[in-house]
T-cell receptor
Framework: ETGVTQTPRHLVMGMTNKKSLKCEQHLGHNAMYWYKQSAKKPLELMFVYNFKEQTENNSVPSRFSPECPNSSHLFLHLHTLQPEDSALYLC??????????????FGPGTRLTVL | GQNIDQPTEMTATEGAIVQINCTYQTSGFNGLFWYQQHAGEAPTFLSYNVLDGLEEKGRFSSFLSRSKGYSYLLLKELQMKDSASYLCAATDSNYQLIWGAGTKLIIKP
């Protein structure tokens, strides 16, 4: 247990569906992240929030929409996804941003399959 | 551009020693992380190096050479549970993590 939980663990959806991924951290951290992990590829940073404010949006398609209602919760809303969006979506948190030794704590991920 | 290189896959024998190398090119540098990720699980922190040299933590050690843009993770007395992917990530001048694709380590009895 890393103190970061994600639901659901597995999700299968059609291209016309709308679904949401949820992440919760119980560590009192100020920063939260969404990553996409595809087989044999580096982790791709999608979004970063610091004190509920979005600080990074790495050219992510608008079919992915993040929401951070408070420092403990992070959502990723999904709509009209493509099959190439199938991947493991990881949530992470860290104490702060802007420091070198900024260890990130990861959730177990949501395995997403888009049909 | 920014880049992290590490081998895709390595195989080692239980009880042996294995060294996983990582080279990095980043705009600025604020330290290097190693994470372990078992199949279907979250990545978990192993080590952080910002100064040159070797950091030892039990069976695992991590080395950094800033002048060479090089790091390695050394695993001693390998156990079957060490079978996992090992992710190298360097922190750039903006404190963003630049990730490698990971090295899948297979341990054989």
């Amino acid at each position: 247990e890393t103190g970061v939980t994600q639901t659901p663990r597995h999700l299968v959806m059609g291209m016309t569906n709308k679904k949401s991924l949820k992440c919760e951290q119980h560590l009192g951290h100020n920063a939260m992240y969404w990553y996409k992990q595809s087989a044999k590829k580096p982790l791709e940073l999608m979004f970063v929030y610091n004190f509920k404010e979005q600080t990074e949006n790495n050219s992510v398609p608008s079919r992915f929409s993040p929401e951070c209602p408070n420092s403990s919760h992070l959502f990723l809303h999904l709509h009209t996804l493509q099959p190439e969006d199938s991947a493991l979506y990881l949530c992470a948190s860290s104490q702060d941003l802007g420091t070198g030794n900024n260890e990130q704590f990861f959730g177990p991920g949501t395995r997403l399959t888009v049909l | 551009g920014q880049n992290i290189d590490q081998p895709t896959e390595m195989t080692a024998t239980e009880g042996a020693i294995v060294q996983i190398n990582c080279t990095y090119q980043t705009s600025g540098f604020n330290g290097l992380f190693w994470y372990q990720q078992h199949a279907g699980e979250a990545p978990t922190f192993l080590s952080y190096n910002v100064l040159d040299g070797l950091e030892e933590k039990g069976r695992f050690s991590s080395f950094l050479s800033r002048s060479k843009g090089y790091s390695y993770l050394l695993l001693k007395e390998l156990q079957m549970k060490d079978s996992a992917s090992y992710l190298c990530a360097a922190t750039d001048s903006n404190y963003q993590l630049i990730w490698g694709a990971g090295t899948k380590l297979i341990i054989k009895p």
